[in-house]
């Protein structure tokens, strides 16, 4: 063996582990938010006790638990994924077997599971009473715990026709598709304009062609897979380690700039529309009372970076801020190594005294552009 043949070995060894590590979070994750949907629907339908909490037991087990990844959504989502995938069930007695040395040793003891292999291998993965005949056994129910990350299934929860449900898992999985590449396809009705073509397997060529492919690796940089393994929100990064950088060293030059910023939080987690977003820095001014938003984007500006701030400050104006607040401000860098653009955006505010005054008290965009500059000719 020579240095190339040895350095090859590891770094195929290395690559061989990471896969399977992440490979190993998503499916105990995807399994175990099943399980706890499972336990919840067997005590709505069985628990001694279920009159006294009715309604309300999610929010009283989210907050008897204060736990991120066992929030009042998290827990409402745990229970449709077990409604919409009842058959995930047959899968269970393996897993455990597999990870667990046996079901008498798991807290799922008392409950029936199928032991029949046969059970297993034949589950489609949208077997419910309404898929349509012939389906059965299209896609081993192992085959969509492994491939699919819980964030993907989150995605397919809303789709009520299960043919349609099961043609976007397929694709998905034979395209290996990230979380966003499944939204995008969704968004632009891939599954009618399939049904519409005179030649489906022509769309599936050019639409798979041209996708952007997902790493079992990057599965677990997901919300769920944070809150699964106790890690902070402000861990995520989403974006390249170039951006994650002018992140880190903008969150120090605006505390440096002094204006009464006083620093809340990175990659801040919010949750609109049932889905997750994050807001790269979160101050507080206490010159101006209000909060200030900052997004970076190393790319060239794009209407959607404006979209996309303004959303965030529009939320903190109707769920953050406070009465005695101002509305708050957000500030978007859109950057290449060419140039720099700074914009502000203000949440629907015609206060021109207020908007004169924030103009003053915030870093201006000379200092901003010049900041990134400096950046970009340390790299």
């Not at 628990?47 to 929010?59: H, I, S």
């Not at 009042?72 to 995938?85: A, G, H, S, V």
């Not at 047959?90 to 059970?119: C, H, L, M, R, S």
Request: hydrophobic share 40%.
């Amino acid at each position: 063996m020579n240095f190339n043949e040895l350095k090859q070995g590891i770094q195929t060894l290395s690559d061989s582990f990471r896969q399977n590590a992440a490979l190993a979070i998503n499916t105990h994750l995807t399994v175990r938010n099943w399980l706890i949907g499972f336990y919840i629907v067997e005590f709505e339908q069985n628990g001694e006790d279920r009159a006294k909490y009715g309604a309300k037991l999610l929010q009283n087990l989210a907050d008897g638990f204060n736990e991120d990844g066992l929030s009042y959504r998290n827990l409402k989502l745990y229970r449709q994924f077990y409604e919409l995938y009842p058959q995930v069930k047959a899968f269970v007695p393996k897993f455990i077997q597999k990870y667990f040395n046996g079901i008498g040793q798991t807290p799922i003891a008392q409950f029936q599971f199928p032991t029949n292999e046969q059970d297993i291998i034949g589950q489609t993965v949208s077997a419910q009473s309404k898929t349509p005949a012939g389906l059965q056994g299209a896609l081993p129910m192992e085959k969509l715990l492994q491939k699919l990350s819980f964030s993907h299934l989150v995605l397919l929860f809303p789709i009520e026709d299960p043919l349609k449900r099961l043609f976007y898992e397929i694709e998905c999985i034979k395209g290996t598709w990230s979380v966003r590449e499944l939204k995008r396809q969704i968004n632009s009705l891939y599954y009618e304009r399939s049904g519409m073509s005179r030649n489906p397997a022509l769309l599936s060529e050019i639409v798979q062609g041209s996708s952007k492919v997902s790493n079992m690796l990057n599965t677990i940089k997901s919300p769920f897979a944070f809150e699964f393994l106790g890690l902070k929100a402000k861990d995520v990064v989403y974006e390249s380690d170039l951006e994650q950088a002018l992140i880190e060293q903008l969150e120090e030059f605006l505390m440096e700039l002094g204006h009464g910023m006083c620093f809340e939080a990175r990659q801040k987690r919010i949750i609109i529309g049932g889905e997750y977003y994050f807001c790269d820095l979160v101050f507080y001014s206490r010159i101006l009372k209000c909060h200030v938003l900052v997004e970076i984007k190393v790319s060239g500006f794009s209407h959607e970076h404006i979209g996309q701030l303004k959303t965030y400050v529009n939320y903190y104006r109707k769920e953050v801020m406070r009465p005695d607040d101002n509305p708050p401000v957000g500030i978007l860098l859109v950057t290449d190594k060419n140039n720099a653009i700074v914009e502000y955006a203000m949440a629907d505010s015609d206060r021109d005294i207020f908007v004169s005054k924030y103009m003053l008290e915030l870093p201006t965009q000379e200092q901003l552009i010049r900041f990134v500059n400096e950046e970009f000719t340390k790299l």
